[in-house]
């Protein structure tokens, strides 16, 4: 069964501050990976998306990095801002497909 | 962003009751999905559809039934509430490549009471 995990569940960071969410799958065949903000009461939103031959993206402040070897994947989150407070969900596209396969996300709380 | 837009925002309604979530894009995007989201879990794909006239399942499709006369506009219905039903629902499209971004609505928030 196709997975995708994310770690941590919840961060909480101070402002200006750097930090990196992991996110790993067993999708396959694989297409691509995603990022996504999601704001609290609206959609998600698309930050990266990275194919098998793309190692880093980067969006703003906001660089997505992939493993194809090892399934997985990070995304950095340089110099946070309040903003920045959001739920981030990691997303696989099986190959052939475009049939998501969504992690739980990662709840980021960025205090003053 | 207007290229989607979800009605209601908000729905309350009673157990057994038929109801009709509406999802229109601006797009003339050829995918079009529907999602639940709830607490503990990720996104769940319910429906989607490749074209007008061409739907599909996704993984948690039971209880619901969609519909796509034109390209513009997925409705979902719930044909007899329930209250295990009770969830924010997203509409996303995409174009016709695999590697273009889901643009999601902003979801409606639907209680069966």
């Known amino acids: 069964k196709n997975q995708v995990e994310q770690s941590p569940q919840s961060l909480i960071i101070l402002e200006g501050k750097n930090c990196t969410l992991q996110?790993?799958?067993?999708?396959?065949?694989?297409?691509?990976l995603r990022w996504y903000k999601q704001d609290t009461g609206r959609g998600p939103v698309s930050l990266t998306i990275m194919t098998f031959s793309e190692n880093t993206k980067s969006n703003g402040r906001y660089t997505a990095t992939l493993d194809a070897d090892t399934k997985q994947s990070s995304l950095h989150i340089t110099a946070s801002q309040l903003s920045d407070s959001a739920s981030y969900i990691c997303?696989?596209?099986?190959?052939?497909?475009?049939?998501?396969?969504f992690g739980r996300g990662t709840s980021l709380i960025v205090h003053p | 962003d207007a290229g989607i837009t979800q009605s209601p925002r908000y729905k309350i309604t009673e157990t057994g009751r038929q109801v009709t979530l509406m999802c229109h894009q601006t797009?003339?995007?050829?995918?079009m999905f529907w999602y639940r989201q709830d607490l503990g879990h990720g996104l769940r794909l319910i429906y989607y559809?490749?074209?007008?006239?061409?739907?599909d399942k996704g993984e948690v499709p039971d209880g619901y039934v969609v519909s796509r006369s034109k390209t513009e506009n997925f409705p979902l219905t719930l044909e007899s509430a329930t209250r295990s039903q009770t969830s924010v629902y997203f509409c996303?499209?995409?174009?016709?490549?695999?590697?273009?971004?889901?643009?999601f609505g902003d979801g409606t928030r639907l209680s069966i009471l």
């Open positions: 996110c790993n799958y067993t999708v396959s065949p694989f297409s691509n």
């Open positions: 997303v696989v596209i099986s190959g052939g497909s475009y049939i998501p396969t």
């Open positions: 797009w003339s995007h050829s995918y």
């Open positions: 996303a499209t995409t174009g016709l490549y695999s590697n273009q971004p889901q643009h």
């Open positions: 559809s490749a074209a007008a006239d061409i739907t």
